[in-house]
Nanobody, 117 residues
């Protein structure tokens, strides 16, 4: 069982930056990868980025070159550094963890990011 708590969302002007955090607790050693997703009202969750246990990263096309996913194992935290933000980046951002031996994945409760034009 893994619990995830996101933080760091807020209101920022277009062109600005924010850093989101996702704090993991529970069976952390069993986490093999973690994702960031985002969702706007009436739409499905959109893949943003992933980081694996060995540190490999992958990004969604809409955020490549602007967002960077990282982790601090000592702090049990994954980060999403978001630069050059656009109004279309406005969404609720969620973190997701894939746990060895578990059915399905764990999700956090989400954090709102609003980018004003």
């Amino acid at each position: 069982q893994v619990q995830l708590v996101e933080s760091g969302g807020g209101l920022v002007q277009a062109g600005g930056s924010l850093r989101l955090s996702c704090l993991a607790s529970g069976s952390i050693i069993r986490i093999r990868a973690m994702d960031w997703y985002r969702q706007t009202p009436g739409n499905q969750r959109e893949f943003v980025a992933t980081i694996t246990r060995d540190g490999s990263t992958t990004y969604g096309n809409s955020v490549k070159g602007r967002f960077t996913v990282s982790r601090d194992a000592a702090k049990n935290t994954m980060y999403l550094q978001m630069n050059s933000l656009k109004p279309e980046d406005t969404a609720v951002y969620y973190c997701k963890a894939y746990v060895d031996g578990a059915t399905g994945a764990s999700w956090g409760q989400g954090t709102q990011v609003t980018v004003s034009s």
